[in-house]
């Protein structure tokens, strides 16, 4: 036979609900902002760049075109000596590793 639920058990249970019913209706007018933006901006006949949500072929472009330019960098190094071509290629690798510069 299960234990008897206690009177916090049964609160815990209605704050759980009520913040998933909370989250849900914010979701629901997150995407209805969203929608609203696509349709005026269709309306106005702007395009809407969704590339950044998805890793799409200009994106996949640009990283290769980043990495060919750091590996040129790092094989003329020893040639140039140079301090700002080393900022340049430790930039460049922070960029394609989407991390801050």
Known sequence: MAPAS???EI???DYVTEI?????????????VL???VEESSRQGRSIDYCPLIDCQSKQRLR??????IQV???TRRSFKSARLEKLRLKLE????????
Not at 21 to 30: A, D, K, P, S, V
Not at 64 to 69: D, S, Y
Not at 94 to 101: F, Q, S, T, W
Request: proline share 3%; aromatic share 2%; no cysteine.
């Open 73 to 75: 960098i790092e094989e």
């Open 20 to 32: 998933s019913r909370e989250l849900t209706e914010r979701i629901e007018h997150q995407r209805e």
């Open 64 to 69: 290769e075109g980043l990495r060919e330019a």
């Open 94 to 101: 922070k960029l394609l590793d989407d991390r801050p510069a």
């Open 11 to 13: 609160d815990l249970r």
């Open 6 to 8: 206690t009177d916090h």
């Open 35 to 37: 929608l609203k933006f």
